[in-house]
């Protein structure tokens, strides 16, 4: 059997946060490189790769079948959470997507998550929506990380149903409760480059023949959030 598998930067961050021996599912999983990789590492672990697509769920079913692991990594085609039964995992995952689609995708399974204790999101963009989404149900955010590849920035959440209901600020869910207490060097660059694009932005607003005041003012509450996160960055101006 083949065990050679590499996962990209990002794949292996979110692999590291997946519990020895647990049963997951990893929701539009493409390849199944991320279910395969883990099951390689650990002969406990059991998994199912979710595709919506015909294409990468057969190419899901050539992974698993290459590398010998029909026996832990079940391929299932169909959308989102729906191809879970209730109480089947104990963690999701859910990466590689839009914040608005994850919670998408997390609104219309709820019915699945019976025995989830973690939800592991990678969202590309719209973090605080995958935030939000935890916190009205339930979930706590148990920790928080970012990874850099291809010149993009992800962050990645960890929701845990361990703790009771976390109660967050709007300041919290857009930056992430420990993004902001740890500031790692990603954090700066990529609110430095958040900071520019909202402040092009809210000047183009501005500029709008019927300016959205409530828009406006959201934006510029914001930014002020901003400057003052990066205010700690002596390099900032």
Known sequence: MNNN??????LEKIASFIAEGTTFADIGSDHAYLPCYVCLHDRNAQAIAG???KGPFQRAQKTVSHFGLSNQV???LGDGLQVLQDCEVASVIIAGMGGSLIKTILDEGSDRLGSVEQI???PNIDEQSVRQWLIRHGFTIADETMVEENGYIYEIVIGSNQGGIQELTEKQLLFGPYLLKQKPELFYQKWK?????RARTLEQMKKASVPDDKKITAFTNELTWIEEVLSDDNGYA
């Open 51 to 53: 595709e919506v697509r």
């Open 5 to 10: 598998l590499r996962l990209s930067n990002r």
């Open 74 to 76: 079940d391929v299932r």
């Open 193 to 197: 480059h958040e900071h520019d694009k």
């Open 120 to 122: 592991i999101a990678q």
